[in-house]
């Protein structure tokens, strides 16, 4: 039986040490993904909280076909879709239609503004689902196959979003650092 098996099987039966290390071992994870796609720190960690609560209960259905950091990512990013629905959240993103040139979206303040806040600034002009795909590839090292298992997708429409979501940042970040 593997290590990860044995975790979720002692948390099943109760054992408190054991989920405490489950959670100190995904807690980032879940915050990232949380604060990602919901832009607000507060929301991301109560959300974060609420994932673990659903991992906890989970815990019992949890057959280990899929790593144990998938199962709980796909918990936490489905989490995140389901709160984004709310009507209080509605928010307007950027198209990544191909053929959607004119594109709107805000200055980020004058130039003394670094680069990662500005990367900041346009990644939270991104639908969620393009945010996701970039998190997990980019600032976890994922690789295609887990963020389709995560994100509950065809391989083929990772790559999909993966590839728009970097055309329409080089669009807008690259080239208006170098207009400027």
């Known amino acids: 039986m593997s290590a990860e098996l044995e975790l979720v099987q002692r948390c099943a039966r109760g054992d408190q040490l054991a ?3 489950l959670v100190e071992g995904h807690k980032v994870m879940v915050f ?5 796609l919901l832009r607000d ?10 994932v673990f609560l659903r991992v906890f209960r989970g815990l019992p259905s949890f057959r280990g076909e899929a790593k144990l950091s998938t199962w709980i990512y796909q918990i936490a990013y489905r989490a995140c879709l389901e709160e984004l629905q709310k009507p209080h959240r509605r928010q307007q993103y950027v198209s990544l239609d ?7 979206f805000a200055d980020p303040g004058p130039g003394g503004v670094d680069l990662s806040q500005t990367l900041d600034h346009y990644l939270s002009k991104l639908p969620p689902h393009y945010r996701m795909a970039l998190t997990l590839y980019y600032l976890q090292d994922r690789k295609y196959q887990e963020i389709a298992a995560v994100m509950e997708l065809p391989v083929g429409t990772v790559k999909t979003y993966l590839h728009r979501a970097k055309a329409w940042l080089r669009e807008h970040v690259v080239e208006e650092r170098c207009a400027r």
Do not use: K, S, V
């Not at 720190?41 to 909280?49: H, I, N």
């Not at 191909?98 to 709107?104: D, G, H, K, S, Y």
């Open 19 to 21: 989920f405490a290390e």
């Open 32 to 36: 990232t993904i949380a604060w990602r």
């Open 41 to 50: 720190r507060g929301e991301a960690e109560d959300l974060a909280q609420e």
């Open 98 to 104: 191909e053929n959607a040139r004119e594109l709107p």
